[in-house]
Nanobody
C-alpha cells in the first residue's frame, strides 16, 4: 500500500486547509482499515488529527474536532482533510496513514505517506 499527500503548502490564517491523500495498492473500503491524518508541528511530536474508516465513519481528536472534517471519494481512492480557521499553530508536516484498528494516536499506524509541509502564514 502506498499513500501520497497533496495540497497547498501555504494557507493564510483564518482560511481552510485542505489536503488529499491518494491511496494505491489497496482500497480505502477494505475491511478493517482506518485512514488517518497526523501532523507534526516544528519541534514537537506527532499529533493525531482523526480518521475515516473503511465504512466511512469518522472520529476526530477532541482538541481539533470543532475545526476538522475528513471525507472520502471511494471512486478515486482518496480521502481528504479539511481544517477550518487555521492559525500559525497549525503549521507543520501533515501525514496520511493507515492502521488496522480504531486507534486514536499515531503509534499504531503502519503505512504512512511521505508527508507534506503546510505553513499557515499571511
Amino acid at each position: 500500500v502506498q499513500l501520497q499527500e497533496s495540497g497547498p503548502g501555504l494557507v493564510k490564517p483564518s482560511q481552510t486547509l485542505s489536503l488529499t491523500c491518494t491511496v494505491s495498492g489497496g482500497s480505502i473500503t477494505d475491511m478493517y482499515y482506518y485512514w488517518a491524518w497526523i501532523r507534526q508541528p516544528p519541534g514537537k511530536g506527532l499529533e493525531w488529527i482523526g480518521y475515516i474508516s473503511y465504512s466511512g465513519s469518522t472520529y476526530y481528536n477532541p482538541s481539533l474536532k470543532s475545526r476538522t472534517s475528513i471525507s472520502r471519494d471511494t471512486s478515486k481512492s482518496q480521502f481528504t482533510l479539511q481544517l477550518d480557521s487555521v492559525t500559525p499553530e497549525d503549521t507543520g508536516v501533515y501525514y496520511c496513514a493507515r492502521s488496522d484498528g480504531s486507534y486514536y494516536g499515531p503509534d499504531e499506524y503502519d503505512y504512512w505517506g511521505q508527508g507534506t509541509q503546510v505553513t499557515a502564514s499571511s
